[in-house]
């Protein structure tokens, strides 16, 4: 990507501000249906952003995993070829009888950059992968091996993931609310209008620490909106 | 197909031995996971069988629907691509909460030639579609249209429906009891089996209904098994 | 109501087009959310509208059971207070492990006129309710009596029902698609509109039973729609 | 059993009242937990009662499947071993990814004079089994053979099933509103006091289907409980 | 309330008793309906007690959410009046994928001096508000705003939560086993039989840890009662 | 157990290899079939193995919960019969609407020696049994005494939990990502494997930390394993 720093400085950014406010953004934008629901932070407390890859696995049947379930397979071929900053993202149609991934496949997938993994099927060496430096977010933990129910499939292709249909290139970011799907082409001016947002709600729950209501303050009526903006300019550089 | 005669007859027999019978031959080559759970026949009776061509929906997502839920979308292709004893099989992820086709797309289906149309989604209009020609499975009824739940996305590419893995080209059969993948390699191995299953139990339950006891007799142990092979003998060319 | 008879000509009309189409014509309003989901006719091939009434259940407590359970109950007021053609919509929170309602209170919301009785509760009876005259859509048969599971509360107030809000007035309409609510202020507009679309869906199958593709047909593109305003000027009046 | 005249009588007027009758009968009884859930008959207007004899499935492991799941298994032996008017009920955890009985198996339960077969699992050729002299109650359709899920273990043990406890000799009466338990100490009263609940009922319906509100009549209160006692003696001696 | 201390003093006692022992106690008043179930703790290790305020969502439905949905909403209209320790009880119909509270208002609550919100729905914010000096109990954690699912509709108004009818007014006590429901006319007999047994238990847990077994010492049979009214009169006045 | 000595060796063993190994190397035995699925650790980071002491439960049902659910019920003999390093495994059906067990129970089987108790039921006083020194694995807290949804039936049978089929004497063993059934003709060899594999993850571990690709060092492939082999002899003794 010719914009690599733009790329990554979007990234950050985009940890900064939390998925429900991003959520409700895209609300604004008509966008309802693009949260993964049903998942977990391996380590509560995780946040990520990063660009969606992706994994799909198909249900397992035995003719089928004796033909693509071993060796080098879809599963492997993913995570070896994530990139900095990516979120492999997995669809295992809310199948959490087996694992989907394990400590080593996270472990390898941390190693080469990636900013978070997410399933909605099972992880195994829960404990383990609680552990590491990426984000894992998964559907539960389960000791079983992928075969038990799934086969791995293909990767790249757009997937449903948690309820949300996701894209290769898709921007995904999660936290302790869930992960949530940005399209692309909405990205700079959702996060613009979310840093905004937060703004203001750090405005107002001062305001409510203080004894305020909340008619009027929240959301943001005319003459709370005037304070507002002149606690904004109170506000030093660095905030 | 240069070997359609054989394929239009192979077609016939399917439908000639149960999804019962075919289920239990396919669990002696080790295939226990290649039913397609949780649909019902729009009439009860149905039967059918032909080869899988299939189609795959998206979960809802606004953006996406925008882009590719109108005009002659996926789902309108993959009907318009059906050839004389095809059947359509769609990933609906088992979600009921709108159809995934109506009357008229199932009734082009038909004039197609179309064996039958299986969704693990809902159906429209079932009871217009209940009366065509064409075997319909499905998850149950639902009046919205596919928009409220599911993108169309793409055709004739491995999906799962109702908890099965299904490639295009594999054979689907059904009746009351449910829906069956056959993959291609065993269909004639099975087939036969299940024909000469079919017989043993035709002379099973002639000699239940006469008022034998089933130990020994189901299944076939050594003396029930000659007088079985007795049996075959007073058998009629045409049965 | 001063203008009842143009009331019963509505509820009459709205029973001559499907809730699919209804509920197709009531997404172009930007209305998803307006499905009855989970519930089946006790008869299939039951058709009915009218204005909802609404009766609630609590979840069942021993000692509010015991204050409001018994004797003229609000399930039973409910019934009593029945006017011919209106339908009487329960919140059972789709708990299905007792009866809602029973043949003897069906009957008489027969004899009171009612059109309906939808429930996403059990149903008692289910044998004699479906020879009764009146409509009944519920969450599936269950022998024990409403207290099994529910406190009968109060009646004429907003209401969820399957999964959709439901407000006494709402028009109802129901098929063996499912069970659908209009908004009072869109009922003619919509009920305008579906007329025109099933017209237009009875002149596409009818080239689909003639053997034309569905491109450009359906939906009606250019060329189709001329052809289809000529088609609709070869139709009867009483067509 | 030295009492068999009165206790073929027994059963044979147990199936003359509805389920829905004897739930309410057992609740004043303080029994709230008899109803066998979440099944459905072969065929619609299924009738039966008769004394539990019971079957009980482990879930499906693989090494203990070798040992017991083949050859003269619990499940014949179970049907092997039934007598005139018994029902079998099974415990198959609710799960009914298998059939958990199949034609033949039933037929043979038909031959040897059984009432019913009830089990919380799936059925295998429904079709066929719907045909049969014998009720079957089930938790749905399934081709796949009992191994699928389950391993047959051990037979007259109390069991639970469709979230009911059942004793072996316990009663199991079915209809269209699904199958309950009475526990034999009180069937004889229940039994009598359902067959007076019904003449009460019977009056009602014919005073509602005449006009009355139910309001004083549904319960009877004074004025209508003597009004039933006058019909009452209306009634002819077969009534 | 004229008598708010001794409302106070019981608001406090009842937080040093089990939520499982008033569960017993109740249920020997023959209450079992009594637990509001599928709820966690955003802070594992909270404990609360109040009196319930209500408020209740109707499943989202476009038109109403255009009425209703935004401005001085139910749900804000239901936090600006709470009063000190009173526990704001959400009737969400166990429907999970939004938001039904977040950071703001839940600050606005604990400011308001609320003893708790409890809701059946999910939960936005979820890591800031574990960090809130309020108990907050929910479903699950979402990012979506409350729009997504609900319409906010009425407050003060006989709900149900988690399976369990909750009128304004009852006694909703919480801790890491969940939450519950006292009816107001029990809870001064359930609180002192509560701190009783939690007193025999506080007993008897000694003489299991000192190695007793447990047939006659739980629950206490003659023996060790006598053994336990002498362990009382060693307890020391703060005891 | 004559071999006490051999016994409790094994069981140390047991808990020094994951859970999700164990499973891997069950799978290679064929046995998929053998995971609790759906319990919890009542404290996170316990792991335990044993031998399979059993109790099952019977649905609620009043007249047998009369007679067998007060006293020296099968529950508390299962207790009070635990010897050291058995793990006692509920079949709860996975009802979680009661707790299975509570604090004082809990406590007396840790001092009785028992290695862990195993519910797919709910969990009584959570916050005080996860203090305890015995671990505890369940379907999730629950405030009410077990008879809201059980009736305590037999011990010492065999039962499912969590899906799995567990006899007594099985080898079980918990850790965070679940608990396993192990038949006990394969414990040794098992156990042995497991070890292998877990040091061969251990190097595959390193090489990944320190860079490499997964592809022919996970699973080892020729080039690898000679590595791995070179590996094996740097090792200590003691590791």
Redesign the interface.
């Known amino acids: 990507m010719a914009d690599d720093l733009a790329e990554n400085d979007l990234r950050e950014k985009l940890t900064t501000v939390?998925?429900?406010t991003?959520?409700?953004q895209l609300?604004k934008h008509?966008?309802?249906?693009?949260?993964i629901?049903g998942v977990q932070a391996a380590k509560?407390?995780s946040r990520f952003a990063g660009r969606a890859r992706t994994l799909r696995y198909?249900?397992?049947?035995?003719?089928?995993f004796a033909e693509r379930g071993d060796g080098?397979n879809a599963q492997?071929r993913a995570?070896?070829s994530l990139e900095p900053g990516e979120v492999l993202v997995m669809e295992a149609?809310g199948e959490?009888?087996s694992?989907t991934i394990?400590?080593?496949?996270a472990?390898?997938a941390e190693?080469r950059g990636a900013a978070a993994v997410v399933t909605d099927g099972g992880l195994?060496?829960?404990?383990v992968v609680a552990e590491l430096g990426i984000s894992v977010f998964h559907g539960g933990?389960?000791?079983?091996?992928l075969?038990?129910r799934h086969?791995p499939?293909?990767i790249d292709v757009?997937?449903?993931c948690g309820?949300?249909?996701v894209?290769p290139g898709d921007w995904i970011v999660g936290?302790?609310?869930?992960v949530?799907?940005i399209?692309p082409p909405?990205v700079r001016e959702v996060l613009g209008a979310a840093a905004e947002q937060e703004r203001q709600?750090r405005f107002?729950?001062e305001q409510?620490?203080a004894?305020s209501?909340?008619?009027?303050l929240?959301p943001l009526g005319d003459i709370w909106q005037k304070r507002y903006e002149d606690w904004l300019t109170t506000l030093t550089d660095t905030e």
Chains 1, 2, 3, 4, 5, 6 share one sequence.
Not at 141 to 145: F, G, I, M, T
């Open positions: 939390s998925v429900a991003l959520s409700a609300r008509g966008l309802n249906n693009v949260t629901d509560p407390g198909l249900p397992h049947r035995e003719d089928l080098f492997k995570i070896e149609r959490r009888g694992g394990g400590d080593i496949l472990k390898r190693v195994r060496d829960a404990a933990p389960h000791p079983a091996v075969g038990r086969v499939w293909d757009p997937i449903g309820g949300a249909a894209l936290d302790d609310d869930g949530l799907v399209p909405l709600e107002i729950t409510v620490a004894g209501g909340i008619e009027g929240y």
